[in-house]
C-alpha cells in the first residue's frame, strides 16, 4: 500500500457516518509534497454531513496549500467508490486535469482515474466571468 493509500485507510478509520455506516477516508498529496487528510463527518440534519474529500481539502487549505496533485479515497464495499459530483468540482477548484484520483479498498484493488475524466468540461472561473 503507497503512503497515500495508508493515510486514507488510517484517516477513514476516523469518520463519523452513524446514518449510512458507508466510511470514507481521503488523503490529498500537495505539490509540496505534503499529504492532507479528511474522513466524512455526517449528521442528523442529513444535508449538513460532510464529505471525506472536503474534509481533506480544508485540511489543505487551512495549511496554507492550493495546489493538489493526487488524491487517494478509500471506502468499503464491493468497489470503490468514486467522488460524489460535488467533490469532483471541490477537487476542480485546486487540481488540474491530469490530478490522479485514486479509488480504493482496503483490500489493495484500486482504480485511478484522472479528474478530467471524472469531471469533464468543468466549470471554473474563466467561465464565471461577466
Ligand atoms: N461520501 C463521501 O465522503 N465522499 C463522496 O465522494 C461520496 C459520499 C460520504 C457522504 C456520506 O457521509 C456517505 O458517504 C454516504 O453518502
Do not use: W
Not at 46 to 70: F, K, V
Amino acid at each position: 500500500m503507497t503512503d497515500l493509500a495508508k493515510a486514507a485507510a488510517d484517516i477513514m478509520e476516523r469518520a463519523y457516518a452513524p446514518y449510512s455506516n458507508y466510511l470514507v477516508g481521503a488523503a490529498i498529496r500537495t505539490a509540496a509534497g505534503n499529504i492532507y487528510v479528511g474522513c466524512n463527518v455526517e449528521n442528523a440534519a442529513y444535508p449538513l454531513g460532510n464529505c471525506a474529500e472536503s474534509s481533506a481539502i480544508c485540511a489543505m487549505i487551512s495549511a496554507g496549500e492550493r495546489e493538489i496533485t493526487e488524491i487517494f479515497i478509500m471506502t468499503r464495499g464491493e468497489k470503490p467508490g468514486t467522488p460524489c459530483g460535488g467533490c469532483r468540482q471541490r477537487l476542480a477548484e485546486f487540481a488540474d486535469s491530469q490530478a490522479q484520483v485514486h479509488c480504493g479498498l482496503s483490500t489493495g484493488e484500486t482504480i485511478t482515474y484522472r479528474l478530467g475524466e471524472l469531471l469533464p468540461h468543468s466549470f471554473d472561473l474563466e467561465q464565471n466571468k461577466t
